[in-house]
C-alpha cells in the first residue's frame, strides 16, 4: 500500500466532531442526545436571506470573481462602516469561509517552519490550519481562573524569535468567550509593531458581546496598517453556518495581491453563499436584539447552572456563544465518550467537546469541557441536569 503523506498523519481530528460516532450509536440505541459540542445555533436564518435564494431567477449559476460578488464587497464596507470600522471595498476578499480566509492569510504570509503566537486555549480548527500551512503555533497560556484574560505581555514577548511571524487572537473568543478590552489589544499593537508581525484576528462573533460590552477591532488600532489580517464570517452572525462564506480583510496592498493567487486557484466562493449574505446585509436591528437577549438568558442558564455542581467551575463569558468548564475528572477526552456510549439519564444525555483539542499544550484542559448553549433554554436546563447526574456516578471522578 502507498505510504500517506506527512502532512496527513499530523493532521488533528476535531475535538468538536470526532466523537460523532459515539452520539450516532447513542441515538440508535433511543437516547436523546444534547449536542453541546459544537457552535451550531438553532436560531433562525434572517427571513431576507432564505428569501432571497428562493427568488433566485437566474438561469445560470455562473462563477463569480475570485474576491466574490463586487455587490456584496461593496455592502459589506458599508457594513463595516456602520459599525465604525473604515474598510474599503478594495480591503475585502470573499472566501469560502473564515476558514479559508485564516488558510489564505496563513500561506500568503507565513513559510513553513514560521511560528505565529496564539494565547491557548484557542478554536481547534488553528491547529489544522497551520498543519496546513506548514506553520508552527507557540501557544501562550490564558488561565480559566481568571476567565481567560489576555497573559501577561511579557509572555508574549519571551515566545519571539527570529522564526515568529505573527500573533493571532479570536475576538470575542471561541472556545473561551472571552472578550478582549481596548487595553489588551493596545497592548498587543505596541508589540506587533515593535517587532514587525502580523496581527491576525478573528472577529466573527463580533455581534455577540453581552452585559454591555462592547467590541474593538483591530482594525481601529492606530500605526499598523500594513500588519493587521481581519478574518469574519457570516456563519454565526446570521446563523448561516451551512452558507460557507467568510471574508478575509486588510489594508496591506501586496499582501491582498498575493492573496488574490490563492483566491484564484480555488477559482470563485459559493454563488448561492454570497447571495444570501448580501441580502443578509439587510437583515433589521430587532433581530439581534432579540438574538443577544436570548443568548444571554441561555448563557446563564448553563454558565450558573454549571456553577451550582460540585466540583464544577466555569468563568461567565462576555461574548461569542461557548463557555469553558473544569470538572472533576483526570480526563476529558473519556469522560465526553462516556457520557455518550454508557451513561443516560431518562433516556437523554449530552455531547460536549472536550477541551484538549483546544491547546496546543497537550498537558492543558485534561479536566476541561467547551459548551456550546445554542439550544434552546429547556434543553440547557436538561443538559445541566444531565451532566449533574453523570458526574455523580463517573468511575474517573476525582
Known amino acids: ?37 459544537i457552535g451550531q445555533p438553532d ?44 474598510i474599503k471595498m478594495e480591503d475585502i476578499m470573499i472566501t469560502t469561509g473564515g476558514s479559508e480566509a485564516l488558510l489564505f492569510a496563513f500561506q500568503t504570509t507565513l513559510n513553513p517552519g514560521e511560528e505565529i503566537i ?3 486555549p484557542f478554536y481547534a480548527n488553528y491547529n489544522g490550519f497551520a498543519v496546513s500551512s506548514g506553520v508552527k503555533i507557540v501557544p501562550v497560556e490564558a488561565s480559566i481562573k481568571d476567565g481567560f484574560a489576555l ?12 522564526k515568529t511571524k505573527g ?50 477591532s483591530v482594525m481601529n488600532l492606530e500605526g499598523i496598517d500594513d500588519n493587521i489580517i481581519l478574518i469574519d464570517s ?6 448561516m453556518c451551512g452558507a460557507r462564506i467568510g471574508a478575509l480583510i486588510s489594508r496591506n496592498k501586496p499582501l491582498m495581491a498575493n492573496a488574490m493567487k490563492f483566491a484564484q486557484a480555488r477559482l470563485s466562493p459559493p454563488t448561492f453563499g454570497q447571495v444570501a449574505s448580501e441580502a443578509a446585509l439587510k437583515t433589521p436591528s430587532s433581530y439581534f436584539e432579540e438574538v443577544i437577549t436570548e443568548y444571554v438568558e441561555r448563557r446563564n442558564i448553563l454558565v450558573d447552572g ?13 461574548g461569542a456563544f461557548y463557555c469553558m468548564a473544569s470538572l472533576p475528572i483526570k480526563d476529558s477526552d473519556h469522560f465526553c465518550e462516556w457520557i455518550l456510549s454508557e451513561f443516560d439519564h431518562n433516556g437523554e444525555t449530552v455531547m ?36 449533574e447526574e453523570a458526574l455523580k456516578v463517573y468511575p474517573g471522578r476525582i
Not at 353 to 361: E, L, M, R, V
Open 234 to 239: 457570516v456563519s454565526k452572525r446570521y446563523s
Open 306 to 318: 454549571l456553577n451550582k455542581i460540585p466540583g464544577v467551575f466555569c468563568p461567565k463569558p462576555k
Open 151 to 162: 497573559p501577561p505581555i511579557e509572555e508574549f514577548e519571551k515566545l519571539i524569535t527570529d
Open 1 to 37: 500500500m502507498p505510504t500517506l503523506s506527512s502532512k496527513g498523519n499530523a493532521m488533528p481530528a476535531s475535538p468538536i466532531r470526532k466523537l460523532v460516532p459515539f452520539a450516532e450509536n447513542a441515538k440508535k440505541e433511543g437516547k436523546t442526545v444534547y449536542h453541546l459540542n
Open 43 to 86: 436560531i433562525e436564518t434572517p427571513k431576507v436571506a432564505l428569501d432571497a435564494m428562493h427568488n433566485f431567477d437566474l438561469k445560470v449559476i455562473e462563477y463569480s470573481n475570485s474576491e466574490g460578488i463586487a455587490s456584496y464587497r461593496k455592502g459589506l464596507s458599508n457594513y463595516y462602516q456602520k459599525a465604525g470600522i473604515d
Open 118 to 120: 496564539i494565547p491557548e
Open 167 to 216: 500573533i493571532l487572537i479570536c475576538n470575542p473568543g471561541n472556545p473561551t468567550g472571552y472578550l478582549y478590552s481596548k487595553d489588551e489589544l493596545e497592548k498587543l499593537r505596541d508589540l506587533v509593531k515593535k517587532h514587525d508581525l502580523y496581527f491576525f484576528a478573528d472577529e466573527v462573533y463580533r455581534e455577540f458581546c453581552y452585559d454591555g460590552a462592547e467590541p474593538h
Open 352 to 387: 460536549m467537546a472536550p477541551a484538549g483539542g483546544f491547546y496546543a499544550n497537550k498537558a492543558l484542559g485534561k479536566n476541561e469541557v467547551r459548551l456550546a448553549y445554542v439550544l434552546n433554554k429547556e434543553a440547557l436546563i436538561r443538559s445541566v441536569e444531565i451532566l
